[in-house]
């Protein structure tokens, strides 16, 4: 049996959790607030996942690069093959804000947004 400390990111308390663990599996989570807070520790302890944000270069545009994120968490394994496919992506404007710029990036199934507008230059 082993202790795991977390800082829970859920909410703006920020609890300090401490969950339980024997053979993988969350046995007990204290320090929650709410019951948030223990679905966020059993979730980090067994299948962390993050949201992933990023910019890419725009052809084109007005600004040189676009912010983009992923639709949903993705595994926190993911993230750098993730972030290897972002590097080799380019788009040319003009692009709006929720265009999918990768559909499954990374085969993650998982879309990869664009979370400002650029316009093309005149």
Same mark, same amino acid.
């Given at each position: *049996?082993?202790?795991? $400390?977390?800082?829970? %990111?859920?909410?703006? =308390? &920020?609890? !300090?959790?401490?969950?339980? =663990? $024997?053979?993988?599996?969350?046995?007990?989570?204290? &320090?929650?607030?709410?019951?948030?807070?223990?679905?966020?520790? #059993? $979730?980090?302890?067994?299948?962390?996942?993050?949201?992933?944000?990023?910019?890419?270069?725009?052809?084109?545009?007005? =600004?040189?690069?676009?912010?983009?994120?992923?639709?949903?968490? @993705?595994?926190? $394994?993911?993230?750098?093959?993730? *972030?290897?496919?972002?590097?080799?992506? #380019?788009?040319?404007?003009?692009?709006? !804000? &929720?265009?999918?710029?990768?559909?499954?990036?990374?085969?993650? &199934?998982?879309?990869? @947004?664009?979370?400002?507008?650029? =316009?093309? %230059?005149?």
């Amino acid at each position: *049996m082993h202790k795991v $400390e977390l800082t829970c %990111t859920c909410c703006p =308390l &920020g609890c !300090l959790l401490t969950a339980t =663990l $024997e053979n993988n599996q969350v046995i007990t989570v204290t &320090g929650n607030s709410c019951k948030i807070g223990l679905e966020y520790a #059993k $979730e980090e302890c067994s299948h962390p996942t993050r949201l992933l944000t990023s910019t890419i270069p725009v052809i084109n545009g007005i =600004l040189p690069r676009v912010a983009v994120k992923t639709a949903k968490p @993705i595994p926190k $394994e993911m993230i750098m093959p993730c *972030m290897e496919a972002i590097k080799k992506l #380019k788009v040319r404007a003009p692009i709006n !804000l &929720g265009d999918i710029i990768c559909k499954d990036l990374a085969h993650t &199934g998982i879309s990869l @947004i664009a979370t400002q507008s650029i =316009l093309k %230059t005149p």
